[in-house]
Structure formats: C-alpha cells, structure tokens
C-alpha cells in the first residue's frame, strides 16, 4: 500500500501538458463523428415520425369523408325512394285520400329509420300534406290542423329548382321545437315528386339529426393524436375541439396557412410551422345542367381538416435527445481523459515501483524465502542472504553459478529444458515445485517463483524469483495423502454404496458399489445434491427438510440410526434400500457417510415366502386359509356396511375316475385348466380359492343371489369347453356341478353360509352333475 501511495504521489505531481495533448488528439475527432451519427439519428427518427402521423391522419380523414359521404347517399337513397313510392299514390288517388295511405308508409318508414325526425309530403303548391315528427322517441303524425305551408322553405324551393335531383340542405342546430334537443345538428333532404310526363305532383322532405356524423369524427378524434374539425363553406365551423356548440370562425380565419390549399385543392395533407394538417372536401355540384337522378345536390360544401400539432408528432424522447447526447460526450470525455492520464501514470508508476524493490526484498527474506536473479542463460546474477540458512552457501559462492548447481544431478537435465522453454516464451511460473540439494548433500524439496526480466526494448534479459524450502510441507502433504488411499481403499473394498456428503447434502465420495448401485459414475455424482440423485421426488422435499438443521449442529431425522426407504436409479426404476448414517466433523464444518444396501432380492423374496403361504402351489389360487380369511374380512364389510356377498362352491365331476383312469399327472392338468378357466370367467374383486383336493371355492363381494347364479353358470359353461387329448389319444374332458348361496343378514355366520353353498352343491351332483344350485 506504500509503495502505491508513493507512486500516485510521484504521478500527481507530474501531470504535464502531455495529457491535455494526447486528451484532445483523440477526443475532437471522436466528438464529431458522434454528433454527425446524432444529428442523422434525430433526423431520420423525426422524419419517419412525420411520415407515419401524415400517414396515419390522411387514412382518418379519408375514412371520415367516407362515411360522411355514405350517410348523405343513403338520405338522397331515402328521399329518393319515398318521392317515388309517393308518385304512384298522387298519381292515382285523389289528393285528399291519398295522404291517409301514405301516411302508414311514413310512419313505417320512420320507425325503421330512428336518424330521421321529420318526415313531410307537400303539395304541388308547397302545402303540408302529411307531417311525420319523431317525439322523444314516438313517431307522431301531425293533426291537420297543424299542417302549414312551407311554400317558402328553402327546402321545397330547392327541390322544385334542382328537380329531379335530391337537394341536401346545410347543417344547423336544432332550437329545441322539432323534436330534437336544442343543439342536435341537423339537414333536411327534399326532392319534387314527379308523373310520367314529367310535371310536378309535390315534395317530400326528411329531416335527418346530423349527431352521427359529429360523433364520428369525435370518436376518430379520441383515437387521433390531434384535433378534428368540420368546416362550412358558407358559415363558421360546425365542429371543433368540442361537440355541440357551432363556433365562431370560418376556414380560412381558424386556418389561413391552409386556406389557400384548400381553395385550390379540395383534398391532400400539408405540413406547416403549426403542424401536420390533412384535409377532404365533401361536396357536389350544383349546376342545373346536370342530368341526375342519383347524384343529390349539396346546398353547401364541408371540410373535414385533421390537425396534429408538431408536439404530437415529435416522440416524446426526442425532447431528451440533447441532454442525453451532452451526457454520452461527457463520459467520453472522461474516460478518454481517464485513459490519457492513465498512460502518463504508467510511466511515472514504474519508476516509483523500482523504488521500492529493496524494500521487498527484506520483507520476502524475513519470511524464509531467498530472492535471486539470472541472466537470459540461467547464470547467478544476485541471491540474498537467506541462501545461508536454506541451503548452507554463502551467496557469494553462488554468483556465476547456474540455478542448477542447487539441484540433484538426476534433476538438471529436466530443469535446464524446463528454464530454456521459458526463456524462449518468456513465461513466468508459481510455486513450481523442484528437488534441491544443500551444500552438505541432503536433499529438499523447494518451490520456485519467477517472473521474467526485460529491458526498454522488450528484449528478456533475465530472469527474478524466490525459492522457499518445502521439505516439510510436503512430508505432511505425503503422509495426509497415503492415509486417504488406506481410507479411499477401505470404502471402495465394501460392497454396500458408501456416499459422503457436507452440510448442504452436495455429495463429496462417491464409490464403486455406490456407481453400481445407482447408475451415476463418480464423476456425475460428486458435487451434486445426493437427494436429487437418489431420492424419488415425492418424498425430497421430506429429505430436503432436515438439511439446514444438519449443516448447523450434525444433527438429523436419519443422523446415527438404521432405516429403509424407496431410492431411483439414473434411469428412473425405484428400488427398496436400508441406509445406515453417521455424522463427522472436518475442518469446522459437518459431514456425514452413509452406507446404502440394495434391499430388492431381500425383498422378492420376502414377497415369494408371503406368496408361498397364501396360494395353492398347483393351480395358484388362494390356500384353504387365506381363502377362508378373505371371506372373514368381506363378510364383516357386509355386515358394516349391509353389501351383499355371495358364496360359489364347485366341485369337478368324475374326479376320482380321472385320476383312477389317467393317472394324477392328468388329475393335475385338469386342476390347473379349472383354476385359469375360473380366473378368465370371474372378475379381479373376486376371491378364487381351492379348499380340497378337487373341491373351489369363489367369494363374490357387492353380489346378490341372482348375480352369484349368473357367475356361476358362466363358471359352468366355460370348463365344460374343457376337452383335451392325451398322449395315449385318450379325450378327457371335464364338467363340474356348482353350489350358490348368498349371505343372509347380520345374524348370518360363515359357517352357515358354507352349508347352504355346500348343500347347493350336493344336490347339484345329486340330480345329474354339470349344473348350478342356487340355495336362498
């Protein structure tokens, strides 16, 4: 640490104007290419901004228009219609009648269409024929009494000077008196009815509320980035920022800069010092010269004008981009001039470190090392005094000399090729270890370090390191080893797995009978957690529980005692296991080996005995015992619970003559054919059993009298199939005759329900064999 600190002493005094130089060489022309990438950067991002919001508004306004454009063709489409349908009334009705017929027409027709609140016919004179009005809701049909003359509308002048066109009136406000609620934009649409030849029989006229457009472009508004207005052509606009009010302002008051665009363009997209505009026209003409009956006439023409102020279009984070481009020069100017004033600190550190080399050579000595040093040939140029006290030489009996003059003769040879590699790779090397031989000729073991040494140019010159006797490390080393192997031979000699593992469970040894047992080699086994290995992941989190509390005390669940448990194998198969475990402490902390037995044949075997003891060793069914105890346990169910059971006695027919007749070799064949046909024709839940010498029995468990009788001549129909040809070329085959009974209630024994079965079967025999008895 002092040596550091003298050297940032000796560096801060010596910064000069060679930092700044090198600083600003390397600096200015990596500031400009930063702010060019920049200014490119920002560039491209705002015009692509501008691109897309251009992009983005003129598909709004042009959608807009569409569906401005729509909603005034399906009103000229309506008009249209009901003048048409009206023709052919006036055309053949008297004046007077024909209003009463159509008046059900308008009113149907008002109802299907809830947009329209006025619907009226005049007469040729401009008369109310019929006035239809959508109040709160309710079509109502004015009284005569209310009809007036409409003469001087501007709807019916203008239906009569455009006939046979659809004239379409300009927006206005509704004052509250027709129905709507006072502000409610509204037109009205109106066209002369007309005969065949032409003349003049009336008008109709539809007022349509105009909401619906306005909500429209308000809800195309709430999607927007910018603001959505509705110019007149020949008023001020009709929508702004807000709906519902007709503010003050014509087109080219709100929007001089676009005014003369739209004058001569009636659609298109224009960016301006106030942002990005785009805008549509909607409107027709009104020339009189124009044959149509399609297209209607527009008493005025709208402008729909999307406007998105430039702070809309501008991404949010271009507002940090300058002080985000002063930090990022900021920090490159720190690290270059970090850089600069590092490469001066180099410089000057390395004459601060030679300094303090003395030092370090005293400090090294007093720890039992000797320094020296050596040219690029391996020849003494220095050694310390400590050579006395390690080796027995003088240090001034070992300048000249090579390195390997301290070595055993048997050991020059691999050293001076070891020092040559070196030298020809300038290589340094730690703590390698090499025999040496002191001046009286014993022999030490000795660690080498060494860094090599060169000169301005770069050129090695030599080499300078340290050897410390090891002699007596390595014995102890020695001895620590050879005792391992008499402990590894010892637990790799046992035939039980022997697994150690530390406090955290990750397994430490690993042998043989433990690589056989589990399928994991030593390798995949050390350093992983001993229960992901070898405990079924149902129960680890179990096993998992205690390993805290061991890694803290040595203490555990399993610690000092023998168990069982299920363990896995790599792949997958599960298997019984004993484990006997035991706790040590090394080096502070806890450890434990266990010894695991594979349990698998004990097991078998232990299942073969249990098997043994309860099965018939001819045919494998249920012993005389083990059947009669299955029968105890299902009829305590049956009295519990009240489930019916049954009992199903059979005995093989002509049995003794068989065995008299063929032998007991035959007898014993027609044994097993019972017994399996038995077990094919009877469920699982059944209990099979042989209590005599020919003589089964079957316990049917949740199975009536009625039930047990089907069973039982399934059981009878299926050994009568039993036929087999003997060596000799005898035929055998066999029947048997079956006894039924079912357990009655709770008072009911076992015994009891044994003789009715049994008597069942007696009387089977008794009246002709190869049949089934059901005793109730």
Same mark, same amino acid.
């Given at each position: 640490?002092?040596?550091?600190?003298?050297?940032?002493?000796?560096?801060?005094?010596?910064?000069?104007?060679?930092?700044?130089?090198?600083?600003?060489?390397?600096?200015?022309?990596?500031?400009?290419?930063?702010?060019?990438?920049?200014?490119?950067?920002?560039?491209?991002?705002?015009?692509?901004?501008?691109?897309?919001?251009?992009?983005?508004?003129?598909?709004?306004?042009?959608?807009?228009?569409?569906?401005?454009?729509?909603?005034? $063709?399906? +009103?000229?489409? @309506?008009? &249209?219609? #009901?003048?048409?349908?009206?023709? *052919?009334?006036?055309?053949?009705?008297? /004046?007077?009648?024909?209003?009463?017929?159509?008046?059900?027409?308008?009113?149907?027709?008002?109802?299907?269409?809830?947009?329209?609140?006025?619907?009226?016919?005049?007469?040729?004179?401009?008369?109310?024929?019929?006035?239809?009005?959508?109040?709160?809701?309710?079509?109502?049909?004015?009284?005569?009494?209310?009809?007036?003359?409409?003469?001087?509308?501007?709807?019916?002048?203008?239906?009569?000077?455009?006939?046979?066109?659809?004239?379409?009136?300009?927006?206005?406000?509704?004052?509250?008196?027709?129905?709507?609620?006072?502000?409610?934009?509204?037109?009205?649409?109106?066209? $002369?009815? +007309?005969?065949? @030849?032409? &003349?003049? #029989?009336?008008?109709?006229?539809? *007022?349509?509320?105009?909401?619906?457009? /306005?909500?429209?472009?308000?809800?195309?508004?709430?999607?927007?980035?910018?603001?959505?207005?509705?110019?007149?052509?020949?008023?001020?606009?009709?929508?702004?920022?807000?709906?519902?009010?007709?503010?003050?302002?014509?087109?080219?008051?709100?929007?001089?800069?676009?005014?003369?665009?739209?004058?001569?363009?009636?659609?298109?997209?224009?960016?301006?010092?106030?942002?990005?505009?785009?805008?549509?026209?909607?409107?027709?003409?009104?020339?009189?010269?124009?044959?149509?009956?399609?297209?209607?006439?527009?008493?005025?023409?709208?402008?729909?004008?999307?406007?998105?102020?430039? $702070?809309?279009?501008?991404?949010?984070?271009?507002?940090?981009?300058?002080?985000?481009? *002063?930090?990022?020069?900021?920090?490159?100017?720190?690290?270059?001039?970090?850089?600069?004033?590092?490469?001066?600190?180099?410089?000057?550190?390395?004459?601060?470190?030679?300094?303090?080399?003395?030092?370090?050579?005293?400090?090294?000595?007093?720890?039992?090392?000797?320094?020296?040093?050596?040219?690029?040939?391996?020849?003494?140029?220095?050694?310390?005094?400590?050579?006395?006290?390690?080796?027995?030489?003088?240090?001034?009996?070992?300048?000249?000399?090579?390195?390997?003059?301290?070595?055993?003769?048997?050991?020059?040879?691999?050293?001076?090729?070891?020092?040559?590699?070196?030298?020809?790779?300038?290589?340094?090397?730690?703590?390698?270890?090499?025999?040496?031989?002191?001046?009286?000729?014993?022999?030490?073991?000795?660690?080498?370090?060494?860094?090599?040494?060169?000169?301005?140019?770069?050129?090695?010159?030599?080499?300078?390191?340290?050897?410390?006797?090891?002699?007596?490390?390595?014995?102890?080393?020695?001895?620590?080893?050879?005792?391992?192997?008499?402990?590894?031979?010892?637990?790799?000699?046992?035939?039980?797995?022997?697994?150690?593992?530390?406090?955290?469970?990750?397994?430490?040894?690993?042998?043989?009978?433990?690589?056989?047992?589990?399928?994991?080699?030593?390798?995949?086994?050390?350093?992983?957690?001993?229960?992901?290995?070898?405990?079924?992941?149902?129960?680890?989190?179990?096993?998992?529980?205690?390993?805290?509390?061991?890694?803290?005390?040595?203490?555990?669940?399993?610690?000092?005692?023998?168990?069982?448990?299920?363990?896995?194998?790599?792949?997958?198969?599960?298997?019984?296991?004993?484990?006997?475990?035991?706790?040590?402490?090394?080096?502070?902390?806890?450890?434990?080996?266990?010894?695991?037995?594979?349990?698998?044949?004990?097991?078998?075997?232990?299942?073969?005995?249990?098997?043994?003891?309860?099965?018939?060793?001819?045919?494998?069914?249920?012993?005389?015992?083990?059947?009669?105890?299955?029968?105890?346990?299902?009829?305590?169910?049956?009295?519990?619970?009240?489930?019916?059971?049954?009992?199903?006695?059979?005995?093989?027919?002509?049995?003794?003559?068989?065995?008299?007749?063929?032998?007991?070799?035959?007898?014993?064949?027609?044994?097993?054919?019972?017994?399996?046909?038995?077990?094919?024709?009877?469920?699982?839940?059944?209990?099979?059993?042989?209590?005599?010498?020919?003589?089964?029995?079957?316990?049917?468990?949740?199975?009536?009298?009625?039930?047990?009788?089907?069973?039982?001549?399934?059981?009878?129909?299926?050994?009568?199939?039993?036929?087999?040809?003997?060596?000799?070329?005898?035929?055998?085959?066999?029947?048997?005759?079956?006894?039924?009974?079912?357990?009655?209630?709770?008072?009911?024994?076992?015994?009891?329900?044994?003789?009715?079965?049994?008597?069942?079967?007696?009387?089977?025999?008794?009246?002709?064999?190869?049949?089934?008895?059901?005793?109730?």
């Amino acid at each position: 640490m002092e040596a550091r600190k003298a050297a940032y002493d000796i560096l801060d005094e010596k910064i000069t104007p060679l930092v700044w130089r090198r600083f600003l060489a390397y600096f200015i022309p990596t500031a400009a290419v930063l702010v060019l990438l920049a200014h490119w950067f920002l560039t491209s991002q705002f015009d692509e901004a501008e691109r897309l919001t251009a992009a983005n508004e003129r598909t709004t306004v042009l959608l807009e228009r569409q569906f401005f454009e729509d909603e005034i $063709a399906a +009103l000229a489409a @309506d008009v &249209r219609f #009901l003048s048409d349908y009206a023709t *052919g009334c006036l055309e053949m009705k008297e /004046l007077a009648v024909c209003p009463r017929e159509l008046r059900k027409a308008f009113m149907l027709f008002a109802k299907e269409h809830p947009t329209y609140f006025q619907m009226i016919l005049l007469d040729v004179s401009g008369q109310e024929l019929l006035h239809v009005e959508n109040v709160n809701g309710r079509n109502v049909g004015m009284s005569a009494s209310g009809l007036r003359s409409q003469a001087a509308s501007p709807w019916y002048v203008s239906a009569l000077e455009y006939s046979p066109r659809v004239w379409i009136s300009s927006i206005k406000f509704s004052d509250g008196a027709n129905g709507l609620s006072p502000g409610t934009p509204m037109l009205h649409a109106s066209r $002369a009815i +007309l005969d065949e @030849d032409g &003349r003049t #029989l009336g008008v109709v006229v539809i *007022g349509y509320d105009g909401s619906m457009i /306005l909500q429209m472009i308000a809800q195309h508004e709430l999607a927007s980035t910018g603001w959505h207005y509705l110019f007149r052509s020949k008023g001020p606009k009709l929508r702004g920022p807000t709906l519902g009010k007709e503010s003050s302002g014509d087109l080219s008051e709100t929007f001089p800069e676009l005014w003369s665009d739209i004058s001569r363009s009636k659609s298109g997209t224009r960016v301006t010092k106030n942002g990005l505009f785009a805008y549509e026209t909607v409107c027709s003409t009104a020339d009189k010269n124009v044959v149509s009956r399609v297209l209607p006439v527009l008493d005025e023409c709208w402008v729909i004008v999307n406007h998105v102020p430039w $702070a809309a279009i501008v991404p949010a984070w271009l507002d940090y981009a300058p002080w985000v481009g *002063g930090a990022a020069l900021l920090l490159v100017a720190a690290g270059m001039w970090t850089w600069a004033r590092t490469m001066v600190r180099r410089h000057q550190a390395e004459k601060a470190l030679r300094m303090s080399e003395e030092r370090m050579r005293t400090i090294v000595e007093a720890a039992g090392v000797f320094i020296w040093e050596t040219d690029d040939k391996g020849v003494i140029t220095y050694i310390s005094d400590m050579v006395r006290e390690v080796l027995g030489y003088a240090p001034e009996e070992l300048i000249g000399q090579t390195l390997t003059m301290l070595m055993p003769a048997d050991k020059v040879s691999e050293y001076s090729e070891f020092f040559l590699s070196a030298v020809a790779h300038k290589l340094s090397f730690r703590q390698r270890e090499v025999d040496g031989l002191t001046k009286d000729g014993r022999r030490i073991h000795q660690a080498l370090s060494a860094v090599p040494v060169e000169d301005d140019s770069g050129r090695l010159i030599g080499y300078r390191g340290s050897t410390v006797d090891v002699t007596e490390r390595k014995k102890a080393q020695e001895e620590l080893r050879e005792s391992e192997r008499k402990a590894r031979a010892m637990l790799e000699a046992s035939h039980d797995a022997m697994i150690v593992i530390d406090g955290n469970g990750s397994v430490q040894f690993w042998n043989h009978a433990a690589e056989n047992m589990f399928g994991y080699l030593e390798a995949e086994a050390l350093g992983m957690d001993v229960h992901v290995l070898v405990v079924e992941e149902e129960d680890r989190k179990r096993a998992d529980a205690g390993t805290a509390h061991f890694a803290k005390t040595g203490e555990g669940p399993i610690v000092g005692s023998i168990g069982e448990f299920q363990a896995r194998r790599k792949d997958g198969t599960v298997f019984p296991v004993e484990h006997a475990v035991a706790a040590f402490r090394m080096h502070g902390a806890w450890y434990a080996v266990g010894s695991v037995r594979d349990k698998t044949e004990q097991k078998e075997a232990e299942k073969e005995l249990q098997r043994l003891a309860t099965t018939d060793s001819l045919t494998g069914l249920a012993n005389r015992r083990h059947f009669f105890d299955g029968c105890r346990k299902e009829i305590e169910r049956h009295k519990r619970y009240g489930v019916a059971v049954s009992l199903l006695m059979l005995d093989v027919d002509l049995f003794k003559k068989i065995n008299d007749t063929w032998g007991h070799d035959t007898g014993d064949r027609v044994l097993k054919e019972v017994a399996a046909h038995m077990l094919l024709t009877l469920r699982d839940v059944d209990l099979c059993g042989r209590i005599g010498g020919e003589e089964f029995a079957v316990l049917l468990p949740e199975t009536d009298l009625q039930g047990a009788a089907e069973a039982a001549e399934r059981v009878r129909a299926s050994l009568e199939n039993i036929c087999f040809i003997l060596e000799e070329g005898a035929r055998v085959c066999v029947t048997a005759s079956l006894g039924v009974a079912e357990m009655g209630g709770s008072e009911d024994t076992l015994q009891e329900l044994i003789k009715r079965a049994d008597d069942a079967l007696y009387e089977a025999k008794e009246t002709g064999r190869n049949k089934v008895v059901v005793k109730a």
